[in-house]
């Protein structure tokens, strides 16, 4: 069975930091793109950031880039998204996708993905 787990979301105030997690399981990360992605209520389901499965090229949403840092540790099978200076807009449900696929590239489209995990909340509020 192929599942992706997150974890690491939680309550911080703004400026504040968090690492979120994403354990696969069933398959490799060098054989799948990961990309995150968040949900604020009443808002559509955005693309965060991305990592490709050959060469761990990444992608950013303009809105986090330079705050956030996606990364992998292929040995773990788990990726990672650091999150620094966070900004209540930042608030919402995170998740991790994966996508089979051999591109150096990934792609931030919410369609283009596999399979999701359920998601992991993060709260930015003093």
């Known amino acids: 069975q192929l599942t992706v787990v997150e974890s690491g979301g939680g309550l911080v105030q703004p400026g504040g930091s968090l690492r979120l997690s994403c354990v696969a399981s069933?398959?490799?990360?060098?054989?799948?793109?990961i990309g995150w992605f968040r949900q604020a209520p009443g808002k559509e389901r955005e693309g965060v950031s991305c990592i490709s499965s050959r060469g761990g090229n990444t992608n950013y949403a303009d809105s986090v880039k330079g705050r956030f840092t996606i990364s992998r540790d292929i040995a773990k099978n788990t990726a990672y998204l650091q999150m620094n200076n966070l900004e209540p807009e930042d608030t919402g449900n995170y998740y991790c996708?994966?996508?089979?696929?051999?591109?150096?590239?990934?792609?931030?489209?919410?369609?283009?993905?596999?399979?999701w995990g359920r998601g992991t909340q993060v709260t930015v509020s003093s």
């Open positions: 996708a994966a996508l089979a696929t051999d591109r150096r590239w990934c792609p931030r489209v919410r369609a283009e993905y596999d399979f």
């Open positions: 069933g398959f490799t990360l060098e054989n799948y793109a």
